[in-house]
């Protein structure tokens, strides 16, 4: 009876199959995304042909947690002899990695500096040309010389370790591995000079010997090194490779599962409403059948059945398709992340089974339970009650219902109050966000009687405006209040989630520039293509025409008990000699002048009882743990703690070593053009050099928020495309259904004209009662996030964002409703008012 049933409710069936069907991809496009990320397979590239790897271990305990380092652990250069020694092993290389850039007129990929012995890990080809030989020397990979359309025998001119040189080209390389950065290559001691720490040590096992007893003898030695005071280092094979040639594979995984993990509840909760809402408003146009069924003999149980069956056979259908489109549509926007730089390039996108039947079980019993929930009712009602018509289906206030509503709405106050009490900074986000889903579940489960409640507010200047139609659409909303809930819902959740969560990414990052910009004073800023300047460089700079100050800066991340949180605090290394005129650190204790040597400066706020002249211990980047002493206590913001450190202290534990810009400040009276010039002049002698201005330092720090951001608008606007669809589906089946009512009406005289006007109310009054509550809901998380981030109580961010919510709302359900309003109203009146509903 089921299948027989399918071929004649297409239209309503086809509604609660869109809704099912995107739901399942988009919650399986989140699980692949959240798959991705808890795997974190990253297939060796560079060290391909390497069957172990020994690398420092970037991954080091803190109290209950584990940390991951950002920068890479050096080894001791010892341990390459040692693991050459071990029985096994047929040859270990060190390898040294370092930035290189090639300077020209040229688009090349990224590069990475290597001795020439590492070119026999991956391994690399020589296609022209011969190895480098003497200290000017250099080999380059196929894709950065075609990139400047160099070949061997021509000058090239490589900028490294703070300066820029002139080389000769000997030579050029392939590899039949797909190597996503540039490589150059230079003469093992000439490497050494420009990197003398090793990074890690490629093992090539000797033939018959077998990987994993070579993994464990190899273990054993690293073990010892660790016990003797040496970096702590670990054995690797496989896809960990990956992570060994790409370090930001590992701080950029938790990224990944916390974006997916956020969005992919979000998106469940959402396709739990969209699909529920639909099968219950499919079900509720059948009354009257249910009815008929019931008078021939048909028992609760069984149109309970027979329901059910309906939903399941429709609810397979989509969740086979969606199985099918739901990884490629996770695999493109998975190149959406890697081509922004959220995720690693060299992560592989994963997407097993289990996302798969997460999904489509979820998505199942949704459909299911929606089903029966929409059934409950209307299986059991009288038959004379349906083919009388007198039952509009006003119950709704069920008492679990408002239970579960008291409960979302007390966890979304909650929420707010600990947001707006104890959280300060970027931090507050992380309960913004549930404040917004709490706030629209439990709005959404009370959506029957706030309908109601905001129809009757709105009777009277509907009337007073809009005359007849306004007071026939207002009675017929006022009578249709519980089935203008399913409506109304969508429209909630679609504005509450796009204004909520793009007013937090814009307020956010207008709260990170402005944190960063309070904290630097510099007008210029001279940087190199290599990511490193030398330290003397600052010298010159500072005696150059209408430099006021100048001072090398450079930046990494650390951890400190009571500053920062989980993921480290924010390191600034600065020079003592330029850093009161050009970074805002006003010392409430102590003197700038002292951060030099074994220094640090801590935020008053974060300081824990902690003065001047007392120790703290720091652990850097790098993993090294140093005591400091506190030079200066300062005034810091709450929420962005920032600690700075002398210059040269923080550059020895990062990769690069160096520093990694200058800051200027101009004297008074000097503009920007005019301190530029005079800065070309200084750096024609350095090569590679440029100066950008004071914006796009600022820019540039927040460049991960902003990328970040990004990632959440595109996931963001794929739930809001999904819930924006839903109300079209809700608003078309709504419509379509009422093809007697619009029947009845013109035969008592109203026109086509006037029940089109009656709909054009309708839809304003649905859309404006969503946009209120969805902004209700969004106000929930907005107000306390912006106190604590921006110490506001409104959201920055353009006006014109919310015009556009709004504005979207309005034409979805003037556009849903009005089409199929006007399809409705072509039969004739007789014809409509005989027809079924």
């Known amino acids: ?137 250099v080999v380059l990979d196929e894709a950065t010389a075609g990139a400047y359309g160099l070949r061997p025998g021509d000058e090239v001119r490589v900028a ?45 096992a000797a033939p018959g010997t077998g990987h994993g007893a070579l993994k464990e003898r190899l273990g054993d030695v690293v073990r010892d090194h660790a016990a003797a005071g040496e970096t702590p280092a670990k054995v690797v094979g496989g896809d960990d490779r990956g992570a060994v040639e790409y370090p930001e594979v590992l701080t950029r995984r938790e ?34 059948e249910f009815a008929l069924l019931r008078t021939i003999g048909g028992t609760p149980r069984q149109l309970r059945r027979l329901l059910l069956a309906e939903t399941l056979l429709v609810a397979l ?99 707010a109050i600990l947001t707006w009490t104890l959280f300060a900074g970027p931090i507050a986000a992380s309960t913004a966000g549930p404040t917004i889903l709490c706030a629209a579940i439990g709005l959404a489960l009370l959506g029957p009687g706030l309908t109601k409640l905001c129809t009757a507010l709105v009777s009277g200047p509907v009337r007073a405006f809009t005359g007849a139609s306004g007071e026939l659409a207002v009675a017929t909303a006022r009578a249709r209040a519980v089935k203008m809930a399913g409506v109304v819902t969508p429209v909630m959740l679609a504005v509450a989630m796009a204004t909520g969560n793009l007013y937090l990414q814009t307020t956010q990052t207008d709260a990170s520039r402005e944190a960063y910009a309070e904290t630097l004073r510099a007008d210029a800023v001279v940087e190199s293509p290599a990511g490193t300047l030398d330290p003397a460089l600052a010298a010159e700079v500072r005696a150059a025409d209408g430099v006021a100050a100048a001072g090398a800066y450079v930046t990494g991340t650390g951890w400190i008990d009571g500053v920062g949180d989980e993921d480290g605090v924010p390191l600034q290394g600065i020079d003592a000699r330029g850093a009161a005129q050009t970074t805002a650190l006003d010392p409430v204790a102590g003197d700038v002048a002292g951060l030099t040597g074994r220094t640090v400066a801590l935020p008053e706020g974060a300081a824990g009882g902690r003065g001047v002249g007392d120790t703290v211990e720091v652990r850097f980047g790098d993993g090294t743990k140093a005591d400091l002493r506190i030079a200066v206590l300062f005034d810091g913001r709450d929420g962005y703690d920032t600690v700075f450190l002398p ?24 503009g920007a053009a005019g301190l530029t010039a005079s800065l070309e002049k200084v750096l024609a002698d350095h090569p590679g050099t440029a100066v950008t201005d004071r914006d796009e330092l600022i820019e540039a720090n927040i460049e991960d928020t902003e990328t970040q951001a990004w990632v959440n608008y595109l996931i963001l606007g794929m739930i809001v495309a999904y819930t924006a669809i839903s109300v079209v589906n809700n608003l078309v089946l709504s419509v379509s259904g009422r093809r007697r009512e619009f029947g009845l009406q013109r035969l008592a005289g109203a026109t086509r004209r006037q029940v089109l006007r009656m709909l054009t109310i309708e839809a304003l009054i649905v859309a404006g009662i969503g946009v209120v509550l969805g902004t209700a809901a969004a106000a929930t998380a907005l107000v306390p996030f912006s106190h604590a981030a921006a110490d506001s109580l409104l959201p920055s961010g353009p006006l014109s964002i919310y015009g556009a919510t709004v504005a979207g709302a309005v034409a979805l359900a003037l556009t849903a409703t009005l089409l199929p309003g006007w399809a409705a109203l072509r039969t004739r009146p007789a014809e409509a008012a005989m027809a079924e509903e």
């Not at 050029?172 to 420009?194: I, M, P, S, Y």
């Not at 739990?272 to 059948?286: I, N, Q, T, W």
């Not at 349906?386 to 909650?414: C, D, K, S, Y």
């Open 647 to 670: 210059v040269d202290l923080l550059a020895g534990h990062t990769d690069g070593g160096l520093p990694q810009q200058v800051l200027v400040r101009a004297e008074d009276g000097v």
């Open 255 to 288: 990224d990944l599962i916390a974006v997916a993990g956020a969005f992919g509840g979000m998106a469940t909760v959402v396709a739990a409403f969209v699909v529920s809402g639909a099968v219950a408003l499919s079900v509720d146009r059948r009354r009257r």
């Open 317 to 415: 259908v989509a969740a086979a398709l969606g199985w099918f489109a739901g990884p490629p549509a996770g695999e493109r926007l998975f190149e959406e992340f890697t081509g922004s730089g959220v995720v690693s390039e060299a992560v592989s996108y994963e997407q097993g089974w289990i996302p798969a039947v997460a999904a489509g079980g979820a998505l199942l019993l949704t459909a299911l339970f929606g089903g029966w929930l929409g059934g409950r009712r209307g299986v059991k009602i009288k038959p004379v009650e349906a083919m009388a018509e007198v039952t509009l289906g006003n119950r709704w206030a069920h008492p679990l219902r408002i239970v579960l509503a008291l409960v979302f709405l007390g966890g979304a106050a909650a929420l």
């Open 1 to 137: 009876m089921a299948f027989r049933t399918l071929r004649h409710r297409t239209a309503a069936l086809s509604a609660t199959f869109l809704a099912l069907f995107l739901g399942t991809v988009i919650v399986m496009t989140c699980g692949g995304l959240l798959e991705t990320g808890v795997r974190n397979n990253a297939p060796a590239q560079r060290l391909a042909g390497a069957d172990l790897v020994v690398a420092g271990d970037r991954e080091r305990p803190r109290g209950d947690e584990t940390v991951v380092l950002d920068e890479r652990p050096p080894l001791d250069p010892a341990l390459a002899e040692a693991v050459r020694d071990v029985p096994g092993v047929e040859r270990a290389v060190p390898e040294r990695v370092f930035a290189a850039a090639v300077l020209g007129d040229g688009d090349a990929p990224e590069a990475r500096g290597h001795g020439w012995s590492s070119a026999a890990v991956t391994p690399y080809e020589l296609t022209a040309g011969r190895a480098p030989d003497g200290p000017r020397d």
């Open 160 to 204: 490294a370790r703070g300066g820029a040189e002139a080389y000769r080209l000997t030579g050029v390389v392939r590899t039949g591995h797909a190597v996503g950065r540039g490589a150059v290559f230079f003469t093992d001691e000439r490497a050494r000079a420009l990197a003398p720490a090793v990074a890690d040590i490629a093992v090539t």
